[in-house]
């Protein structure tokens, strides 16, 4: 019988420690320590760069307390000190989902509990007076967007409400990649190139995306290496989006060809500057009903009022 050969544990590629992952675009392999200070190292340099948090700033973060911005909360609190004068808060929506959003309010409230930051939340049902459960009733292929545009509404009165001035996200590269492709396959270029940090033109909090170029695999990561994975169930509208699709193709596409992602976001950019100033800027005015800043008429959000059932 052939003697047992002993398995090599790969060393990190910048030390002797233990490797953790592989990261397969650069070939490195990497120990705890070094890949979370990479991490961490990469959403300061993406926060710096895009000038995304500045002195004076108060960010609150959109915290639903599922992986992605879990992590964004805990990489922003440990890179808080190093920024002068910057505030942290947090705020959560309720879209009102049974069976989902119960335990992910826990898991938030846990969070902000452990880091001592000061925490508010929204509700579906305080602000348009239903739940999403029962909005979609019979139009649950629909989920997606009617949950979107309701909840984008919602985190800007939220954020309005703690008097912040940068609202954070926890959209992440493969979330990004997403978006980009999804708008090629959509044939919307205006929607690629617009800049949604801007969001309509300063007339609501900016949002910022600090993890834009961190991948789900790595958010993943980083979370089970600080013992923080939040067990959670998928949201059950998740299985009607056309984004799940994509971002099956997209998962393959990158296990294959390690960077499509990055490539991706890479290409968005460049069309950003070949476009810049040379697309029809959407005329913005007042929605006729309630106000907000939109490009029609009136808002998506009054129009969606109108075909919801209470
Ligand atoms: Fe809303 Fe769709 Fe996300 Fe569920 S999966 S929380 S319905 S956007
Ligand atoms: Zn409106």
């Not at 509404?153 to 992440?172: C, D, F, M, P, S």
């Not at 106000?291 to 009022?305: E, H, T, V």
Request: proline share 5%; glycine share 8%; aromatic share 4%.
């Amino acid at each position: 019988m052939a003697p047992d050969v002993p398995v090599k544990t790969p060393r990190c590629s910048l030390c002797d420690e233990p490797a953790v992952f592989h990261d397969r675009m650069t070939g490195r392999h990497l120990c705890r320590g070094h890949f979370i200070a990479g991490i961490e190292e990469r959403v300061a340099e993406t926060i710096r760069s895009r000038n995304l948090i500045v002195p004076g700033d108060h960010v609150v973060i959109a915290l639903s307390g599922g992986k992605d911005s879990t992590a964004l909360l805990m990489i922003l609190a440990r890179l808080l000190p190093s920024w002068e004068s910057v505030r942290l808060s947090a705020i959560t929506i309720d879209e009102g989902i049974h069976g989902y959003r119960e335990d992910t309010i826990r898991s938030a409230d846990d969070l902000v509990a452990k880091y001592g930051l000061s925490h508010s939340t929204v509700s579906f049902t305080e602000l348009f007076g239903g739940t999403l459960d029962a909005f979609l009733n019979g139009r649950e292929p629909e989920a997606c967007s009617v949950c979107g545009i309701l909840r984008r509404k919602a985190l800007n009165v939220a954020a309005e409400r703690t008097g912040a001035t940068k609202l954070a996200t926890g959209h992440n590269l493969d979330d990004e990649a997403q978006s980009v492709f999804m708008n090629v396959l959509r044939g919307d270029l205006p929607r690629l190139v617009r800049d949604s940090g801007s969001d309509s033109q300063g007339r609501f909090i900016p949002r910022i995306k600090p993890l834009m170029f961190v991948s789900e695999k790595e958010i993943a990561v980083y979370l089970m290496l600080h013992g923080a994975w939040p067990d959670l169930p998928e949201c059950p509208y998740a299985v009607h989006a056309l984004r799940g699709e994509v971002r099956g193709m997209l998962a393959t596409l990158e296990s294959k060809h390690p960077g499509t992602m990055l490539h991706l976001m890479e290409s968005k950019a460049k069309i950003e500057v070949q476009c810049a100033g040379r697309l029809e800027e959407e005329a913005i005015r007042p929605c006729a009903e309630c106000g907000d800043p939109c490009s029609g008429a009136i808002c998506q959000l009054c129009q969606l009022k109108k075909t919801l059932k209470k």
